[in-house]
Protein backbone atom coordinates (compact mmCIF):
# COMPACT_ATOMS: atom_id res chain seq x y z
CA UNK A 1 0.00 0.00 0.00
CA UNK A 2 1.34 3.57 -0.75
CA UNK A 3 1.47 6.32 0.86
CA UNK A 4 -1.15 7.78 -1.53
CA UNK A 5 -3.52 4.83 -0.78
CA UNK A 6 -3.07 4.78 2.45
CA UNK A 7 -4.37 8.59 2.35
CA UNK A 8 -7.11 7.51 -0.10
CA UNK A 9 -8.07 4.62 2.51
CA UNK A 10 -8.00 6.66 5.40
CA UNK A 11 -10.09 9.06 3.73
CA UNK A 12 -12.37 6.65 2.42
CA UNK A 13 -13.33 5.13 5.78
CA UNK A 14 -13.32 8.19 7.20
CA UNK A 15 -16.58 9.18 4.69
CA UNK A 16 -18.25 5.50 5.03
CA UNK A 17 -18.14 6.14 9.14
CA UNK A 18 -19.15 9.78 8.91
CA UNK A 19 -21.93 9.88 6.40
CA UNK A 20 -22.23 13.80 5.49
CA UNK A 21 -25.63 14.26 4.97
CA UNK A 22 -28.93 11.66 5.60
CA UNK A 23 -28.27 7.69 5.20
CA UNK A 24 -31.77 7.70 5.61
CA UNK A 25 -34.41 6.23 3.12
CA UNK A 26 -37.22 8.56 1.79
CA UNK A 27 -40.31 5.88 1.28
CA UNK A 28 -43.15 7.33 -0.69
CA UNK A 29 -46.43 5.31 -1.39
CA UNK A 30 -49.63 6.87 -2.78
CA UNK A 31 -51.89 4.10 -1.50
CA UNK A 32 -54.77 6.50 -3.01
CA UNK A 33 -53.40 6.26 -6.62
CA UNK A 34 -57.25 6.65 -8.45
CA UNK A 35 -59.08 9.31 -6.04
CA UNK A 36 -59.44 12.84 -6.84
CA UNK A 37 -56.65 13.81 -4.83
CA UNK A 38 -54.42 10.71 -5.58
CA UNK A 39 -54.48 11.90 -9.31
CA UNK A 40 -53.62 15.57 -8.14
CA UNK A 41 -50.59 14.34 -5.97
CA UNK A 42 -49.27 12.86 -9.28
CA UNK A 43 -49.89 15.22 -11.78
CA UNK A 44 -48.57 18.32 -9.70
CA UNK A 45 -46.46 17.10 -7.08
CA UNK A 46 -45.16 13.66 -7.13
CA UNK A 47 -43.13 10.97 -5.64
CA UNK A 48 -39.41 12.38 -7.05
CA UNK A 49 -40.58 16.03 -5.84
CA UNK A 50 -41.28 14.37 -2.52
CA UNK A 51 -38.23 12.71 -1.56
CA UNK A 52 -36.48 15.68 -2.77
CA UNK A 53 -37.88 17.63 -0.58
CA UNK A 54 -37.68 15.47 2.25
CA UNK A 55 -33.54 15.16 1.78
CA UNK A 56 -33.67 19.05 1.86
CA UNK A 57 -36.25 19.21 5.07
CA UNK A 58 -33.90 16.73 6.63
CA UNK A 59 -30.98 18.25 6.80
CA UNK A 60 -32.57 21.61 7.54
CA UNK A 61 -33.79 20.33 10.65
CA UNK A 62 -30.42 18.72 11.56
CA UNK A 63 -28.42 21.64 10.75
CA UNK A 64 -30.19 24.68 11.16
CA UNK A 65 -33.54 24.30 13.48
CA UNK A 66 -32.16 21.90 16.05
CA UNK A 67 -28.29 21.86 15.29
CA UNK A 68 -27.55 18.63 15.72
CA UNK A 69 -23.58 17.85 14.22
CA UNK A 70 -23.16 14.72 14.85
CA UNK A 71 -25.07 11.73 14.79
CA UNK A 72 -24.96 10.62 18.62
CA UNK A 73 -27.43 14.34 18.94
CA UNK A 74 -30.06 13.10 16.43
CA UNK A 75 -33.13 10.56 16.80
CA UNK A 76 -31.81 7.23 15.16
CA UNK A 77 -34.33 6.78 12.05
CA UNK A 78 -33.56 4.65 8.48
CA UNK A 79 -36.20 5.57 7.05
CA UNK A 80 -39.63 8.34 7.49
CA UNK A 81 -42.53 6.64 5.02
CA UNK A 82 -44.96 8.95 3.46
CA UNK A 83 -48.50 7.39 2.62
CA UNK A 84 -51.20 9.72 0.51
CA UNK A 85 -54.28 7.86 1.60
CA UNK A 86 -58.19 8.61 2.09
CA UNK A 87 -59.20 10.32 5.48
CA UNK A 88 -60.41 13.32 6.26
CA UNK A 89 -60.29 16.08 9.48
CA UNK A 90 -56.52 17.00 9.07
CA UNK A 91 -53.97 17.93 5.99
CA UNK A 92 -51.40 15.25 7.94
CA UNK A 93 -50.39 13.10 10.20
CA UNK A 94 -47.59 11.73 11.75
CA UNK A 95 -47.49 8.53 13.58
CA UNK A 96 -45.43 5.74 14.91
CA UNK A 97 -41.69 7.72 14.87
CA UNK A 98 -41.15 7.70 11.04
CA UNK A 99 -44.67 7.34 9.28
CA UNK A 100 -46.46 10.02 7.53
CA UNK A 101 -49.79 10.38 6.20
CA UNK A 102 -50.93 13.03 4.33
CA UNK A 103 -54.85 13.16 3.40
CA UNK A 104 -55.90 12.87 -0.39
CA UNK A 105 -59.06 14.71 0.41
CA UNK A 106 -56.87 17.57 1.73
CA UNK A 107 -54.86 17.84 -1.24
CA UNK A 108 -57.85 17.36 -3.57
CA UNK A 109 -59.22 20.49 -2.22
CA UNK A 110 -56.39 22.58 -1.40
CA UNK A 111 -56.88 26.08 -3.65
CA UNK A 112 -53.65 27.68 -4.42
CA UNK A 113 -49.76 26.59 -4.89
CA UNK A 114 -50.26 22.97 -4.20
CA UNK A 115 -46.30 22.21 -3.85
CA UNK A 116 -45.67 25.06 -1.82
CA UNK A 117 -48.52 24.26 0.87
CA UNK A 118 -47.18 20.61 0.24
CA UNK A 119 -43.64 21.53 1.65
CA UNK A 120 -44.93 23.87 4.29
CA UNK A 121 -47.21 20.75 5.84
CA UNK A 122 -43.77 18.04 5.52
CA UNK A 123 -41.55 21.29 7.46
CA UNK A 124 -44.23 20.86 10.12
CA UNK A 125 -44.64 16.53 9.78
CA UNK A 126 -40.97 15.77 9.21
CA UNK A 127 -40.27 17.69 12.43
CA UNK A 128 -42.58 15.66 14.49
CA UNK A 129 -40.35 12.63 13.11
CA UNK A 130 -37.19 14.20 14.44
CA UNK A 131 -38.19 16.03 17.67
CA UNK A 132 -37.33 15.14 20.68
CA UNK A 133 -40.56 15.35 23.12
CA UNK A 134 -38.90 14.41 26.86
CA UNK A 135 -40.15 10.63 26.60
CA UNK A 136 -43.80 11.43 25.96
CA UNK A 137 -43.63 14.43 28.89
CA UNK A 138 -43.59 17.34 27.02
CA UNK A 139 -46.70 19.06 26.80
CA UNK A 140 -48.29 18.66 23.12
CA UNK A 141 -48.83 22.46 22.40
CA UNK A 142 -45.34 22.75 22.76
CA UNK A 143 -44.50 19.92 20.57
CA UNK A 144 -46.65 21.10 18.22
CA UNK A 145 -45.15 24.40 18.43
CA UNK A 146 -41.58 23.21 17.64
CA UNK A 147 -42.94 21.64 14.63
CA UNK A 148 -44.81 25.09 13.71
CA UNK A 149 -41.28 27.00 14.54
CA UNK A 150 -40.06 24.70 11.77
CA UNK A 151 -42.39 26.11 8.91
CA UNK A 152 -41.94 29.96 10.19
CA UNK A 153 -37.85 29.35 10.47
CA UNK A 154 -37.85 27.99 6.78
CA UNK A 155 -40.00 30.64 5.30
CA UNK A 156 -42.87 28.08 4.83
CA UNK A 157 -45.49 30.00 7.25
CA UNK A 158 -48.64 29.76 5.53
CA UNK A 159 -51.51 32.78 5.22
CA UNK A 160 -52.83 33.07 8.51
CA UNK A 161 -50.33 31.90 10.59
CA UNK A 162 -50.49 33.84 13.69
CA UNK A 163 -49.17 37.25 14.18
CA UNK A 164 -46.16 38.30 16.62
CA UNK A 165 -47.78 38.84 20.14
CA UNK A 166 -51.01 36.77 19.55
CA UNK A 167 -52.44 34.37 21.78
CA UNK A 168 -53.47 33.81 24.87
CA UNK A 169 -50.99 31.08 26.32
CA UNK A 170 -47.03 30.47 25.82
CA UNK A 171 -48.46 26.55 25.37
CA UNK A 172 -51.32 27.42 23.49
CA UNK A 173 -49.75 25.74 20.66
CA UNK A 174 -48.92 25.58 16.67
CA UNK A 175 -48.40 28.73 15.21
CA UNK A 176 -49.04 30.86 18.56
CA UNK A 177 -46.46 29.19 20.75
CA UNK A 178 -44.22 28.87 17.67
CA UNK A 179 -43.97 32.88 17.56
CA UNK A 180 -43.45 32.78 21.35
CA UNK A 181 -40.32 30.07 20.67
CA UNK A 182 -39.22 32.57 17.90
CA UNK A 183 -39.59 35.46 20.58
CA UNK A 184 -37.46 33.09 23.13
CA UNK A 185 -35.07 32.36 20.41
CA UNK A 186 -34.52 36.12 19.71
CA UNK A 187 -33.49 36.27 23.51
CA UNK A 188 -30.89 33.23 23.22
CA UNK A 189 -29.97 32.31 19.74
CA UNK A 190 -30.66 28.34 19.09
CA UNK A 191 -32.83 28.50 21.63
CA UNK A 192 -35.13 26.09 20.20
CA UNK A 193 -32.21 23.97 19.27
CA UNK A 194 -31.34 24.31 22.75
CA UNK A 195 -34.60 23.08 24.15
CA UNK A 196 -35.25 20.36 21.78
CA UNK A 197 -31.66 19.07 23.13
CA UNK A 198 -32.81 19.03 26.51
CA UNK A 199 -36.13 17.07 25.95
CA UNK A 200 -34.18 14.04 25.09
CA UNK A 201 -35.11 12.42 28.22
CA UNK A 202 -37.61 14.25 30.26
CA UNK A 203 -39.82 17.54 30.27
CA UNK A 204 -39.61 20.46 32.95
CA UNK A 205 -40.66 24.37 32.43
CA UNK A 206 -37.81 25.35 34.17
CA UNK A 207 -35.78 24.60 30.90
CA UNK A 208 -37.20 27.42 29.89
CA UNK A 209 -35.74 29.50 32.94
CA UNK A 210 -32.42 27.81 32.67
CA UNK A 211 -31.88 29.02 29.16
CA UNK A 212 -32.86 32.36 29.33
CA UNK A 213 -32.91 32.92 33.45
CA UNK A 214 -36.18 33.96 33.32
CA UNK A 215 -39.31 31.44 33.93
CA UNK A 216 -42.00 31.02 31.30
CA UNK A 217 -44.70 33.09 32.60
CA UNK A 218 -42.24 36.20 32.77
CA UNK A 219 -41.27 35.32 29.39
CA UNK A 220 -44.87 35.51 27.95
CA UNK A 221 -45.61 38.67 30.10
CA UNK A 222 -42.34 40.37 28.35
CA UNK A 223 -43.42 38.76 24.99
CA UNK A 224 -47.04 40.40 24.90
CA UNK A 225 -45.81 44.00 26.48
CA UNK A 226 -43.42 43.56 23.40
CA UNK A 227 -45.84 43.53 20.72
CA UNK A 228 -48.59 44.86 22.92
CA UNK A 229 -51.35 42.99 22.59
C1 LIG B 1 -51.91 5.84 7.98
O1 LIG B 1 -52.26 5.09 6.84
C2 LIG B 1 -51.96 3.71 6.93
C3 LIG B 1 -52.23 3.07 5.60
O2 LIG B 1 -53.58 3.20 5.24
C4 LIG B 1 -52.76 3.11 8.07
O3 LIG B 1 -52.45 1.74 8.22
C5 LIG B 1 -52.45 3.85 9.36
O4 LIG B 1 -53.28 3.37 10.40
C6 LIG B 1 -52.68 5.34 9.18
N1 LIG B 1 -52.26 6.01 10.41
C7 LIG B 1 -52.99 6.93 11.03
C8 LIG B 1 -52.43 7.50 12.28
O5 LIG B 1 -54.05 7.31 10.62
ZN1 LIG C 1 -48.31 18.30 14.42
Known amino acids: ?3 NHLILYTLLTFSLSFPATSAINYNVINLSPNTPGGIRFTKEIG ?3 TKKIMRTINDFIWSTLFQQNTPADRKPLDCVNVYIVEF ?10 YNINVSSIFLNGYEGDLKWKFTSLFYHEMTHCFQWDGEGRAPLNLVEGVADYAKLKAGYAQQGYA ?5 DRWDQGYDFTARFLEYCDGIVPGFVAKLNK ?8 IYFKELTGKNVDRLWKEYKAKYGK
Open 198 to 205: KMRHNFDV
Open 88 to 97: DGAEGVQWGS
Open 1 to 3: MSV
Open 163 to 167: ARGQG
Open 47 to 49: IPF
